[in-house]
Nanobody, 122 residues
Framework: QVQLVESGGGLVKPGDSLTLSCAAS????????VAWFRQAPGKEREFVAA????????EYGDSVKGRFTISRDNTKSMAYLQMNSLKPEDTAVYYC???????????????WGQGTQVTVAS
């Protein structure tokens, strides 16, 4: 089992950058694929990005490609989501998730954090 805790959310202006962090504890973090999802008010949860066990393979949702970057540091049991050129439509609760099977853009992840709010507004 692994526990996930997100941090780094906040209120930013359009065009700003923000980095979210996901701290993992429990089992060996390197044995888990990690992903970020988000959910805006009144909308379904949406895939944002995922990284493979070693971080060498990544995948992004179409709405964030070229602006967001997922990374991980297995020595620190941490995952990150660097978000650049933020837009109001990026406003959502962002969740970190993990699973031991291969990367997927679906929500079939076994472990989830509690989420961190990101608000992009002028």
């Amino acid at each position: 089992q692994v526990q996930l805790v997100e941090s780094g959310g906040g209120l930013v202006k359009p065009g700003d950058s923000l980095t979210l962090s996901c701290a993992a504890s429990g089992r060996t973090f390197s044995s888990f694929v990690v992903a970020w999802f988000r959910q805006a008010p009144g909308k379904e949860r949406e895939f944002v990005a995922a990284a493979s066990w070693g971080g060498g393979n990544t995948e992004y949702g179409d709405s964030v490609k070229g602006r967001f970057t997922i990374s991980r540091d297995n020595t620190k049991s941490m995952a990150y989501l660097q978000m650049n050129s933020l837009k109001p439509e990026d406003t959502a609760v962002y969740y970190c998730a993990a699973r031991q099977l291969r990367m997927t853009t679906s929500q079939n992840y076994d472990y989830w954090g509690q989420g961190t709010q990101v608000t992009v507004a002028s």
